[in-house]
C-alpha cells in the first residue's frame, strides 16, 4: 500500500509560481513513477489531464503547455515529488492530484487546491 498526501496549493497572482508536493508513505520503493494530473470542474479525477511524470530514475516527461514552464523532480530521502509551476496562467487553475504508479496498482492523493487570479 501507498499513502500520497499533496499539499502546497493556494491562490496565486497570474505570473507567479507556486510548488506542490505530493509526499509518499507506506511501501515507497514500489513506486515506478508518479505523475501529476490537474482536474477542472465537471471532470472526473481520471479524466483529468496530465501535466508530466516522473519515472523512479529521474526520467522526466511534459503535456501541453506545462512544458517549459514545469518542472518535476524527485527527492528520494524525502519521498517526495515536487511539481514547480512558473509563469503561471490563470488556465492553469484546478485541482492537482499526483498519482503513484507501481507493479500492484495505482494510487492517487486527495488533491490540492491552485488557483490563479489575472
Known amino acids: 500500500q501507498v499513502q500520497l498526501v499533496e499539499s502546497g496549493g493556494g491562490l496565486v497572482q497570474a505570473g507567479g509560481s507556486l510548488r506542490l508536493s505530493c509526499a509518499a508513505s507506506g511501501s515507497t520503493k514500489s513506486i515506478k513513477a508518479v505523475a501529476w494530473y490537474r482536474q477542472t470542474p465537471g471532470m472526473q479525477r481520471e479524466q483529468g489531464e496530465q501535466v508530466g511524470a516522473i519515472s523512479s530514475s529521474g526520467g522526466t516527461d511534459y503535456n501541453g503547455n506545462a512544458r517549459g514552464r514545469f518542472i518535476i523532480s524527485w527527492d528520494n530521502a524525502k519521498n517526495t515529488v515536487y511539481l514547480q509551476m512558473n509563469s503561471l496562467q490563470v488556465s492553469d487553475t484546478a485541482v492537482y492530484f499526483c498519482?503513484?504508479?507501481?507493479?500492484?496498482?495505482?494510487?492517487w492523493g486527495q488533491g490540492t487546491q491552485v488557483t490563479v487570479s489575472s
Open positions: 498519482r503513484g504508479l507501481t507493479e500492484h496498482g495505482d494510487y
